[in-house]
């Protein structure tokens, strides 16, 4: 742990990104403090039913999967986390035998919006076959793929689905794939949380002492200079370096990112199976079913693949989340009463899939935050760089995880730490993605403003 260079951090947000960016600076050496508002030493990141944290990282579950269509470098890192979370796995076994997995190998079954293939599960299967991997996905319509299916033990979890009102009475076309599942996630946000407790770093959580006020700045010249930050109770906490990681609230405490990130709604819901029903009970469950993504709608003229919609099987609690990732809504103002929580008025998703669910009302419902970076494509990148704006290296920023940052919790901080430790010089492959990106194009829909069609104000209007 002796580091020439070693630093002395802030870092703002204990959430997955914040998380495991401290661990990691910390196993090389440097100080590290994390500041945030919420009192997870108290909850252990568990979400409250009644005041529900707006944090995308205290949830129950988050899928994993390793296909990114033609984006190698997601699948590779992907791969790079799976292996670190089952080594978490048996770690947990070892030290707790009869602990829950953290990671759940449960399966993926991407659906397709037709009867065929689609463009981006073409690009995928490529990639996969590139990779050495091919035989780790099934085709349901391929007969080879369903015979290694049965032989390996996953055909059970090869569902088909009628697509509704089809004249020729035919199947959505969909691949299994083997390398996915979902992670646990306020369990692994928890576990990461002790992790870094007993590695050393420090931790000032709750309204008060946790909470990052403002930052405290020097003024060199014409320059400016992070020396570190006040937090609600007044007090000032200097660092070498601050580093926000706070999520969809990163462009509020830090507004140069707002050019970078914007925070957008997407719709959550969930159903609730009692363990008394033991057919539903067992039929949802991780080791019978699998998690399901829907791309309702064909890619686009524009080359754009939107309008998916997945469900993950029961948690041990009897809960099925079921998430939309249409269109994406978008604040100007603060949501009025009775604002809708999707566009949808019932989900043609529940009437295919989840049959038995279709006249029940969901246990809840919820908007969750994204923190989506500017370009807002299939998978944007997060923002994982100093700000430009800082002199001397002294403000870092570790967001933007675009809904699909929780997979990576394990392996994320390392790459961040090398960017953090070696900026440009920074051999991670992420490198070229993960970073301050003042040249890219915005794409993300924020430029169409208040009338555009994800205003969640305008939306509550139409009721
Ligand atoms: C609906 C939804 C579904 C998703 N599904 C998946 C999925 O299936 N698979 C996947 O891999 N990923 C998924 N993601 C993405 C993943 O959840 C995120 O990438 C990840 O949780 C982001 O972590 P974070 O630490 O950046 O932000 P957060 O988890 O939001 O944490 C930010 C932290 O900053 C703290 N904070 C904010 N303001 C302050 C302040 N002023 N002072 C102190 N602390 C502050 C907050 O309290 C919070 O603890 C999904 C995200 C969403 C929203």
């Known amino acids: 742990m002796d580091n020439p260079s070693r630093k002395n951090v802030a870092i703002v947000g204990a959430g997955i990104f914040g998380l495991s960016l401290a661990l990691s600076l910390r196993k090389r050496g440097h100080d590290v403090t994390v500041f945030d508002q919420h009192r997870y030493d108290e909850t252990s990141y568990h979400p409250s039913e009644a005041e529900p944290e707006l944090v995308a990282s205290v949830d129950h579950n988050k899928i994993f999967r390793?296909?990114?269509?033609?984006?190698?470098?997601?699948?590779?890192l992907a791969l790079e986390s799976r292996k670190a979370w089952i080594r978490i796995n048996k770690e947990l076994q070892?030290?707790?035998?009869?602990?829950?997995?953290?990671?759940?190998?449960?399966?993926?079954?991407?659906?397709?919006?037709?009867?065929s293939l689609s463009a981006l599960e073409q690009e995928t299967l490529t990639n996969m076959t590139r990779d050495g991997l091919r035989d780790t996905q099934f085709v349901?319509?391929?007969s080879d793929d369903r015979e290694r299916a049965s032989e390996r033990g996953w055909a059970a979890k090869l569902l088909d689905f009628a697509i509704p009102n089809d004249p020729d009475k035919r199947s959505f076309e969909a691949v299994l794939d083997s390398l996915a599942g979902?992670?646990?996630?306020?369990?692994?946000?928890?576990?990461?949380?002790?992790?870094?407790?007993?590695?050393?770093?420090?931790?000032?959580?709750?309204?008060?002492?946790?909470?990052?006020?403002c930052l405290v700045e020097e003024q060199a010249g014409s320059d400016k200079k992070a020396v570190g930050l006040k937090t609600k109770d007044g007090r000032v906490h200097k660092s070498d370096v601050v580093v926000?990681?706070?999520?969809?609230?990163?462009?509020?405490l830090l507004p140069d990112l707002s050019y970078h990130l914007e925070s957008s709604a997407g719709s959550v819901a969930?159903?609730?199976?009692?363990?008394?029903?033991?057919?539903?009970?067992?039929?949802?469950?991780?080791?019978?079913?699998?998690?399901?993504?829907?791309?309702?709608?064909?890619?686009?003229?524009?080359?754009?693949?939107?309008?998916?919609?997945?469900?993950?099987?029961?948690?041990?609690?009897?809960?099925v989340k079921i998430g939309y990732r249409g269109v994406k809504f978008t604040n100007f103002q603060p949501a009025p009463e009775g604002t809708p929580f999707t566009q949808d008025s019932?989900?043609?998703?529940v009437s295919i899939f989840l049959p038995e669910f279709q006249d029940v009302p969901f246990y809840s419902t919820k908007l969750c935050w994204y923190t989506d970076s500017l370009d807002n494509s299939f998978l944007a990148s997060p923002t994982i760089d100093y700000?430009?704006?800082?002199?001397?290296?002294?403000?870092?920023?570790?967001?933007?995880?675009?809904?699909h940052g929780a997979k990576f919790m394990p392996v994320l901080g390392e790459h961040a730490a090398d960017i953090f430790e070696n900026g440009d010089g920074s051999t991670t492959p992420m490198r070229p993605f993960w970073r301050w990106r003042e040249d890219m194009p915005r794409r993300n829909g924020l430029q169409e403003g208040p009338d555009g069609p994800r205003n969640i104000g305008e939306k509550a209007a139409q009721g």
């Open 387 to 403: 700000v430009p704006t800082y002199i001397g290296n002294s403000l870092f920023v570790c967001t933007g995880g675009s809904g």
């Open 66 to 76: 390793a296909s990114y269509g033609t984006k190698l470098h997601y699948q590779r």
């Open 94 to 115: 070892e030290t707790s035998p009869g602990a829950e997995d953290l990671f759940v190998s449960c399966g993926m079954l991407r659906v397709q919006p037709t009867a």
């Open 346 to 349: 019932k989900w043609e998703f």
């Open 182 to 213: 979902f992670t646990r996630c306020y369990s692994g946000c928890a576990y990461f949380y002790h992790l870094a407790e007993q590695t050393g770093v420090a931790f000032k959580l709750g309204p008060e002492q946790g909470k990052f006020d």
């Open 244 to 252: 926000i990681a706070a999520g969809s609230f990163s462009t509020q």
């Open 140 to 142: 349901e319509g391929d």
């Open 270 to 319: 969930t159903f609730k199976i009692e363990k008394g029903d033991t057919t539903l009970w067992d039929k949802y469950s991780p080791e019978k079913f699998p998690v399901i993504t829907w791309k309702s709608t064909p890619r686009g003229k524009d080359g754009k693949d939107t309008g998916s919609v997945y469900v993950l099987p029961r948690t041990p609690e009897g809960l």
